[in-house]
């Protein structure tokens, strides 16, 4: 049996903000590190329920689980890309992610791009390969 990965007591996260079909509003937050091994997230909007906040809330618990036993984030997300289900369409206020199938597509697909470097998922040119054009 693999070792949980300790995080530390104090930990730095980055937040995305997004909206998606501009009416559903997710908060993705990432601890800030370079395998990051915690992620949350909190749903807005008028259709959410409590049912369905619970289970986003056991989806991110269980993915933070996962990676703190030493899951491949680049395995994590790749099982949630491409999941298609409501709320999809069109994303707003994300610098790489113009589009999902699902908010577990947007979450894999969050992940992939920013830290895995698959830029083959982003709709626009991710930072990293922005850096060495003029």
Not at 24 to 50: C, F, H, M
């Amino acid at each position: 049996m693999s070792t949980r990965l300790a995080l530390p007591a104090r930990r730095n996260h980055i937040t995305q903000k997004v909206k998606i079909a501009g009416s559903r509003t997710p908060y993705l937050s990432v601890n800030d590190d370079e395998q990051p091994a915690e992620i949350s997230l909190r749903v807005k909007g008028a259709d959410r329920s409590s049912e369905l906040i619970g289970l986003y809330d056991v989806i991110v618990r269980l993915m933070g689980l996962a990676l703190q036993y030493g899951a491949p984030l680049e395995k994590v997300g790749d099982l949630l890309a491409n999941a298609k289900f409501a709320p999809c369409g069109p994303v707003s206020e994300h610098d790489h992610l113009k589009q999902c199938s699902s908010l577990p597509d947007l979450i894999g697909r969050h992940l992939l791009v920013e830290y895995c470097g698959r830029d083959e998922l982003a709709h626009v040119l991710a930072r990293h390969e922005q850096k060495g054009t003029a």
